[in-house]
């Protein structure tokens, strides 16, 4: 299968930005994604970007995307406790029928 | 809106036992698949099917079973529960993979544990 590569642990203060990482495998997939993993709960599609685009910008969440080293990152501006959980990158190849998900980033936020 | 639902929310098995994972969605979606989450491995896809009808093995699929009778449900079987199968499994489900924008959205998950 496809390797999606992230960081296992992430901690940053309250109020700081937080930039996670993600390399993926895969130059034909059309879209990457970010799934947000709150305890307990399942993933939840927190923002998408497509592969014709350098960059997305939704409220506090920026995604960049650089083709050439295949390398996806997203960050997230003013840091809240709330933004504590487990983030996972994601590509869908053109081919084939499968998503390949990273291994998952905790992200802890300290008060 | 119930999107994906999945059922039991818990369950403990015995080595050897067998049960049935239910997963059901109402958006119509044509794409539906199994992961499995455990600890530092991310996600694994178990089965997949892309319609009714169609089912395919994906990364983890051995011991277990699908199948895909309906565009709403897409059961996962468990034949012979073993201790390695101790998990928490997600059923997803999505429009399509391959024409444009079709990003996931994911059942609460079910933790299963076989002592």
């Known amino acids: 299968g496809e390797d999606v590569e992230q960081s296992l642990f992430l901690s940053v203060r309250e109020g700081d930005s937080s930039v996670i990482n993600c390399t993926y495998t895969d130059s034909s997939s059309t879209y990457l994604y970010w799934y947000k993993q709150e305890p307990g709960a399942g993933l939840q599609l927190l923002t998408y970007?497509?592969?014709?685009?350098d960059m997305k910008q939704d409220q506090r969440l920026t995604v960049l995307l650089n083709k050439k080293d295949k390398h996806l990152s997203l960050r997230i501006a003013d840091t809240q406790t709330g933004d504590s959980a487990i983030y996972f990158c994601?590509?869908?190849?053109?081919?084939?029928?499968?998503?390949?998900f990273g291994t998952g980033t905790s992200l802890t936020v300290i008060p | 809106n119930a999107g994906v639902t999945q059922t039991p929310k818990f369950q403990v098995l015995k080595t050897g036992q067998s049960m049935t994972l239910q997963c059901a969605q109402d958006m119509n979606h044509e794409y539906m698949s199994w992961y499995r989450q455990d600890p530092g491995m991310g996600l694994r896809l178990i089965h997949y099917s892309v319609g009714a009808g169609i089912t395919d093995q994906g990364e983890v699929p051995n011991g277990y079973n699908v199948s895909r009778s309906t565009t709403e449900d897409f059961p996962l079987r468990l034949l012979s529960a073993a201790p390695s199968q101790t998990s928490v499994y997600f059923c997803?489900?999505?429009?399509?993979?391959?024409?444009?924008?079709?990003?996931?959205?994911f059942g609460s998950g079910t933790r299963l544990t076989v002592v």
């Open positions: 994601a590509e869908s190849p053109n081919t084939g029928n499968q998503f390949y």
């Open positions: 970007i497509f592969s014709n685009m």
């Open positions: 997803a489900s999505s429009w399509s993979h391959n024409t444009g924008y079709s990003g996931y959205t």
